[in-house]
């Protein structure tokens, strides 16, 4: 156990600073690498540990590539400029605004796609407006909460909600019957304490003159109109995939390279630059982190936490519910919810009660934000908004999520347990 959670440690302090500007895949292999020498995983450890995380790497590819597409005709900058538009300059209502753009976008283009095309734009979109920094950060704490919470709705919204779907024979359609009534709750919830949290700091009004017309940013009108249908018909295979057991990934992953396809026909995007381009590190990422992890589940850990649960589950739904949801939520914020996820599933394996594995998913798709490191998708929107010239320290981020999380968190697990 010790050895184990050395490597682990040291792997995910690596991850965080990048040392030597190594990418995060690259270092996530170089533990794994390093835990395969060592002996915390043997080489079977590593088919377990593909064939756990395959299809949601592939589908989390696919759908980074067609919000890469749908970005370059202008997609999301129109409903940017849409949204901003449509508040009529009121700052309050242009919040609330853009946390349902957020949600909107999560729930179909995943958290990480969120974090990763829309948080560019509402920036540059809000430094057009000529907002000082204490209303971008307003702006763009809530976008980075909204982006996790909101990611509940379908199977493909979170990496977590992949590899616990495949990992306890979830289908798309149950999967959704189940967390909807969360996700609306999740959203609606968050965006009450989000802005009662940061109602100081959004501006009265906006000149939103200073905005283009939406239209204007598209490159492609006809493009654009068809993505709107292209995208329901996505969402209708992913409802006959279910039919069949199909993989998430076909859909995702087949549908984008579809778009991509028609869009580089029109000259629109171009599809050997797209693919170069798309974040693969995330792959090696998800395999090598889930490998080092495994080495914590061959010291035991799995087995404390499944005694742990197992005495939850004997207290009732409610207690069994909200308590597991709270355990992987602060296992997320502090080792990350990637490797979280994957240790309370094999955890929750022996408890007999489903409902326990959606209360993991909600813990941890809410949980990571009570520390800039509990998720990939708050990594890559820190990065991003550096690039940008935003720097957010770690105590700043971290009051914020510790405010803001717990009782979002308790609220959504309540939700759950009112719909099992």
């Not at 050895?3 to 895949?25: C, E, M, R, V």
């Not at 010291?299 to 936490?305: K, P, R, S």
Request: charged share 10%.
């Amino acid at each position: 156990m010790l050895i184990s959670s050395f490597i682990f440690l040291i792997t995910l302090i690596a991850i965080i600073i990048q040392p030597f500007k190594l990418q995060i895949g690259t270092i996530a292999i170089l533990g794994a690498l390093v835990s395969l020498v060592v002996g915390t995983v043997s080489f079977g450890d590593v088919l377990i540990v593909t064939d756990i995380v395959w299809d949601a790497t592939l589908a989390f590819i696919g759908i980074i590539i067609l919000s890469m597409v749908l970005d370059e005709i202008g997609f999301f900058e129109w409903c940017a400029i849409k949204m901003a538009k449509l508040s009529g300059g009121n700052g309050h209502l242009m919040f609330v605004y853009a946390l349902l753009l957020g949600s909107f976008v999560s729930a179909l283009f995943a958290n990480d796609g969120a974090a990763l095309i829309l948080t560019p734009i509402l920036l540059a979109k809000m430094r057009i407006l000529q907002l000082n920094f204490k209303n971008i950060l307003a702006f763009l704490l809530a976008g980075g909460f909204i982006s996790d919470s909101a990611s509940l709705p379908f199977v493909f919204s979170n990496l977590t909600n992949i590899v616990t779907a495949n990992y306890f024979d979830i289908g798309f359609i149950s999967y959704l019957q189940t967390m909807l009534f969360p996700f609306v709750i999740s959203v609606a919830i968050s965006i009450l304490v989000l802005w009662l949290v940061l109602k100081n700091d959004i501006p009265k009004t906006i000149d939103i003159t200073l905005l283009k017309n939406p239209d204007d940013v598209l490159k492609s009108k006809p493009l654009f109109y068809a993505s709107w249908v292209f995208l329901a018909l996505l969402l209708i295979a992913y409802f006959i995939g279910d039919t069949y057991d199909l993989p998430i990934s076909l859909f995702a992953l087949g549908g984008a390279l579809l778009f991509l396809t028609i869009a580089s026909f029109m000259k629109v995007a171009r599809a050997g630059l797209t693919i170069k381009t798309a974040p693969w590190q995330v792959v090696w990422f998800s395999i090598g982190l889930y490998i080092v992890v495994y080495g914590l589940k061959n010291a035991g850990l799995t087995e404390i936490l499944s005694g742990v649960l197992q005495d939850l589950a004997t207290q009732g739904d409610f207690i069994a519910i909200v308590g597991t949801g709270f355990i992987s939520a602060f296992l997320s914020a502090i080792m990350n919810n990637m490797p979280t996820v994957m240790i309370m599933d094999i955890a929750l394996v022996n408890v007999p009660n489903q409902a326990l594995a959606y209360a993991n998913i909600i813990g941890c798709n809410l949980g990571p934000k009570m520390t800039p490191f509990g998720s990939l998708a708050t990594l890559l929107w820190l990065h991003v908004l550096a690039q940008k010239g935003v720097k957010i320290g770690f105590w700043e981020y971290s009051k914020f999520g510790l405010i803001v999380t717990p009782p979002i968190l308790f609220v959504v697990l309540v939700a759950l347990w009112m719909v099992v």
